[in-house]
Every structure is written in structure tokens, then in C-alpha cells.
């Protein structure tokens, strides 16, 4: 049973990386591509690191998982946020195309 279980937690993780890197080469702006890198390349990864934590089942393994967990989280955000504000704040169209310089 544990086992489904960890093929489903890695099925289902690599399932949402797969999107997460479609839609980064499908998407038309960096603001869509950026939102879709983060939400589903980190639900993906969270779901790969669950089923590592079930099938390490030790205190110490689980721990470090949890940390990177933890280490995943805290960053994700804040980098998605940081190039969004970076991309806002240059003369760059929001269809992609770059504006003309004067």
C-alpha cells in the first residue's frame, strides 16, 4: 500500500513539473511563464519530496526533506516576486515584445 502510495506522490509531482515546463515554453509573457514555473514546478516538487520522505523513513532523512521543503517554499515566492517586480519595472511590453528605446 505504501508503495501505490509512492508511485502516485511521484506520478502525480512529475505530472505537475511536466506542466509547469510546458508552460513555460507555451505561455506568451514572462509574467504567465513565471506563474506557472512557480505554482506547478513547487507543487510538483513537494509532491516528489513527500514520496522521498515516506520511502527514507527515518528521522533524519525526513528532517532534511522537510527542510528543503521549508527551503522551497521560503524561496519560490520571493524569487517569482522579485522578477515579476524587475520585469514591471523595465520598458518591456506586457505581450513580450520589447519596447522601443528613445
Known sequence: MIDIL???LILGG???VLIAAIGIVRLPDLLTRMHASTKAGTLGSL???AALAIEIGTVAGTSKVLATVFFLLLTAPIAAHMIGRAYA??????DGAQAAKE
Open 89 to 94: 519595472r523595465t520598458s518591456v511590453k506586457r
Open 14 to 16: 512529475g505530472a505537475f
Open 6 to 8: 509512492k508511485a502516485l
Open 47 to 49: 509532491l516528489i519530496l
